[in-house]
């Protein structure tokens, strides 16, 4: 069982940055494929970004070179920084860790942080 708990969430304005993080709890992130998600109101709840136990991270194509994930594994905590921020940014913010075995998969979400920014 992994708990996961956002933070750093807050209203910015347009141009601004935000660094938000998660903290996991229960058992250690280092097995996990660690993500940000985001949900817009009205819209799906869409990936951001990845990374993956070793370190290697990947992005959807609206938040590269704005966006930057990051984790700690000896402070259990993941991290996204957000610099650039746009108003189409605005949504909540997820933290999910996943890992598969060889039966099955085993998903974990945090409570949500919201970001907005204002133009």
């Known amino acids: 069982q992994v708990q996961l708990v956002e933070s750093g969430g807050g209203l910015v304005q347009s141009g601004g940055s935000l660094r938000l993080s998660c903290a996991a709890s229960?058992?250690?992130?280092?097995?996990?494929?660690m993500d940000w998600y985001r949900q817009a109101p009205g819209k799906q709840r869409e990936l951001v970004a990845r990374i993956d136990r070793g370190g290697s991270t990947t992005y959807i194509e609206s938040v590269k070179g704005r966006f930057s994930i990051s984790k700690d594994n000896a402070k259990n905590s993941m991290y996204l920084q957000m610099n650039s921020l746009q108003p189409e940014d605005t949504a909540v913010y997820y933290c999910?860790?996943?890992?598969?075995?060889?039966?099955?998969?085993?998903?974990?979400w945090g409570q949500g942080t919201q970001v907005t920014v204002s133009s």
């Open positions: 229960g058992s250690g992130i280092g097995d996990y494929f």
């Open positions: 999910h860790a996943f890992k598969i075995g060889l039966l099955s998969r085993r998903d974990y």
